[in-house]
């Protein structure tokens, strides 16, 4: 929110070794037929709390595809082609959603939701636990499915966060875009 990038300078430089090993723990004990206990890995991280970069600003994208306010629609147009690859910083500064008080609380909140969603989901068994190091870059739906080993239903998981994560989205980037419209006409 500070524009700090988190992930680079601050807590991913803690995170990254467990998270890597987690996975790899995983990949063993799945080799093995052994049960898999590692939930929090990198693919799960990619799959459940940055869909489209931190904070899952993808629905931002969608929602102002065809915004009235002009600078909007331009940010969305350049970060639609990185937004799928999890690079969201065209988004993060273009909108911005750096230092914007309106934003905060999407941005925080879904990250959370999405964080304990993933978490719950694959401890209950509903989508299986990720074996497989894929890159962090890999799209939408296709990151879950390679990262569980093919299980299509983590497939449809990602694709029900991410319909709640735009709900979450929605009503505070109406407020953001109605101040820019304002603002741009006057």
Known sequence: F???HGGSFTVWGVLYPFL???VAENAAAFAAGQPMTRIFTEPFVFNW???????????LVLFYWKSKSV????VARVELAPGLFNINEPITFGVPVVLNPILLIPFVFVT???????YLITKLG???????QTPWSIPPFIGPYLSTGGDWRAVVAQAILLVIVAIIWYPFAKV?????????RG
Do not use: D
């Open 49 to 59: 709390i940055m869909i489209g970069g931190v904070g899952m600003t993808l629905p």
């Open 2 to 4: 500070v524009g700090i």
């Open 126 to 132: 509903l989508v299986t636990t990720t074996y497989v």
């Open 176 to 184: 953001w875009e109605q101040k820019c419209i304002e603002e741009e």
């Open 112 to 118: 959370l939701f999405g964080g304990m969603y993933g």
């Open 71 to 74: 600078r909007l629609r331009e």
């Open 20 to 22: 890597v090993s987690n």
